[in-house]
């Protein structure tokens, strides 16, 4: 049913056009301080990408490639980075979520000029390391919720 | 009246979803039911923080001659509805799972039916 | 589709026409769309966004620094929703 995949033409579409549904949604996730996106958008739209893999695919295949475990760590450590930020923010600057990062000499430390100003990657404080952190939460977290369903509803039994 | 067209299609974008859960018998037509009640609410969150003649509160390409605070879009009801989205896919997760293994169990869709097959 | 017409069908109804009234009446009495109601709160973190967070973005500056709390509560939910799914298509061993 759902874990035999399809035809050979929409394998070869899928595959094709894979890498760049990857980079549009990875661009909304690293410019979610300058532009409309962030962390739980791009997230989406990256999890979509790879449905559209796991449909063409099957259900099958894609567990003999990757274990349904390895994807529960790449969640594990986005949760962890999410709330370790957090908890440095209460070390280095007093309240717990504070801003630690801006106003220092390193990358993403410099605040953008008052008014209307072109976009420059550089500014945002700890806002980019924390939509890094929300959107690998929401990509792993989407897929192993679509690949566990997509799996138990062609087999009887559970996943593991 | 003719100003409150948005507050009016929230309000039918609810009743169709209560009257969907109330009077359906199928369990993916209650599911989607559900999903529709909070479609309208996300709706409604949206619609509160809008100023007339309006641009999104960003300020990478503003263009010219808008006065900041006075002409954006409020931006806190916008960050309140994404929370409302992500907590209605994770309802609809688990909506889903429980109706798989309901499926199996008693083979049928139909929730009358179910309730009598209790023993 | 044959339902049997019984008691709890009108009941249903009227319950049904009392909420459908009560929404109807709060649309029409909401103020108008387009001037919010109270915007203090929000032309404050507007006006603070870009030297106190450094973002261009005032929406993420708001999910993430200045509204933090709430989207550690999101990112429960997310993390409840994906061990509530995998415990239910758990293969109990033999």
């Known amino acids: 049913m759902s874990d035999a995949g399809m035809s050979k033409i929409v394998r070869t579409i899928a595959s094709v056009s894979f890498p760049f549904v990857l980079i549009y949604g990875l661009y909304i996730i690293a410019h979610g301080h300058l532009t409309p996106g962030g962390g739980f958008q791009g997230g989406a739209v990256v999890a979509s990408g790879c449905a559209m893999i796991l449909i063409a695919y099957g259900s099958s295949w894609i567990l003999t490639k990757t274990k349904e475990h390895h994807i529960s760590l790449l969640e594990h450590a986005g949760a962890l980075g999410f709330i370790g930020l957090a908890f440095l923010g209460l070390l280095l600057g007093g309240v717990f979520f504070a801003n630690f990062i801006i106003g220092e000499p390193i990358l993403f430390g410099s605040a953008p000029a008052l008014g209307s100003t072109l976009a420059d990657i550089n500014t945002g404080g700890v806002l980019p390391l924390m939509n890094f952190a929300v959107g690998l939460k929401v990509i792993a977290g989407l897929f192993s919720i679509i690949l566990v369903m997509a799996y138990a509803s062609g087999h009887k039994e559970g996943i593991q | 009246m003719i100003y409150n067209i948005p507050y009016l299609v929230v309000v039918g974008l609810i009743l169709i979803g209560l009257f969907a859960v109330m009077f359906k018998r199928n369990l993916i037509k209650i599911v989607i039911g559900v999903t529709l009640i909070e479609s309208g609410v996300n709706l409604f969150l949206i619609t509160l923080g809008f100023r007339k003649d309006g641009v999104a509160p960003i300020f990478t390409g503003l263009p010219e001659g808008v006065n900041y605070p006075a002409d954006m879009a409020l931006p806190v009801p916008q960050a309140l509805t994404l929370t409302s989205i992500v907590i209605g896919v994770a309802v609809l997760a688990l909506m889903l799972s429980m109706i798989i293994h309901l499926y199996r169990h008693h083979n049928t869709l139909d929730v009358s039916k179910i309730r009598r097959l209790k023993e | 589709?044959?339902?049997?017409?019984?008691?709890?069908?009108?009941?249903?109804?009227?319950?049904?026409?009392?909420?459908?009234?009560?929404?109807?009446?709060?649309?029409?009495?909401?103020?108008?769309?387009?001037?919010?109601?109270?915007?203090?709160?929000?032309?404050?973190?507007?006006?603070?966004?870009?030297?106190?967070?450094?973002?261009?973005?005032?929406?993420?500056s708001v999910v993430f620094d200045f509204r933090g709390f709430d989207t550690l509560g999101e990112a429960t939910i997310l993390f409840t929703a994906v061990a509530g799914v995998l415990v239910l298509f758990r293969r109990l061993k033999k």
Do not use: C, W
């Not at chain 3, 008691?7 to 049904?16: D, H, K």
């Not at chain 3, 459908?20 to 032309?43: K, N, Q, R, T, Y």
């Open chain 3, 1 to 60: 589709m044959s339902k049997q017409f019984s008691y709890r069908m009108i009941l249903g109804a009227v319950f049904f026409t009392i909420v459908a009234v009560f929404f109807i009446f709060s649309a029409l009495m909401m103020h108008s769309f387009g001037i919010p109601a109270e915007s203090a709160m929000d032309d404050a973190i507007i006006t603070g966004a870009q030297e106190e967070t450094g973002a261009n973005n005032a929406v993420t």
